[in-house]
């Protein structure tokens, strides 16, 4: 005898046009950049919110869309540089001047843009130097003794001389 399924528990799973439904509702919201639990809260669906966040921790196509628009802003903002970027580059090209704020979006995209990083990121090279050359210098600097009675002459010297100018 074969086992029946109608002794299953617990609900039926969703089905994936509901979860495409849900990214329809909420990827207005998701397209501002806000967050998840945002982007529930005002697409209504907060009575689902357990259910969405089970199906984002599976890291498969639902998370996949809902990341992408959440990067939505910073595409458009990457466009919009990638294309200044280009008319100031045309601008150098032609031999016409470029004015303080192409050079401020251009020190900014090199900064901050990750295509810019290995062109203008900031390098600190560590010199090797060998363990005997740094005990010479530490020995050095040890066996150099500052007599501080003779300074302490010279600095009373000093004061009485400003003493009696005054």
């Known amino acids: 005898m074969e086992p029946s399924n109608t002794n299953t528990t617990g609900r039926e799973p969703y089905s994936d046009e509901q979860y495409v439904k849900w990214l329809d509702d909420m990827s207005p919201f998701l397209k501002l950049g806000n967050t998840l639990y945002h982007a529930i809260e005002r697409a209504d669906l907060t009575k689902h919110k357990d259910t969405i966040y089970r199906k984002v921790r599976l890291n ?13 802003p910073g595409e458009m903002v990457n466009s919009i540089f990638t294309r200044l970027i280009i008319q100031i580059d045309e601008k150098v090209r032609q031999g016409s001047p470029i004015n303080d704020e192409d050079w401020r979006n251009l020190r900014f995209f090199a900064e901050k843009h990750r295509s810019c990083q290995p062109f203008f990121a900031t390098r600190t090279e560590t010199a090797q130097v060998e363990p005997d050359k740094i ?3 530490l020995d050095s600097l040890e066996t150099e003794t500052t007599n501080y009675e ?10 009485e001389a400003k003493g009696a100018n005054l």
């Open 150 to 159: 003779e300074l302490a002459l010279q600095a009373q010297k000093a004061m």
């Open 60 to 72: 498969d196509w639902f998370c996949e869309k809902i990341e992408a628009f959440q990067r939505y």
């Open 135 to 137: 005990a010479r210098i």
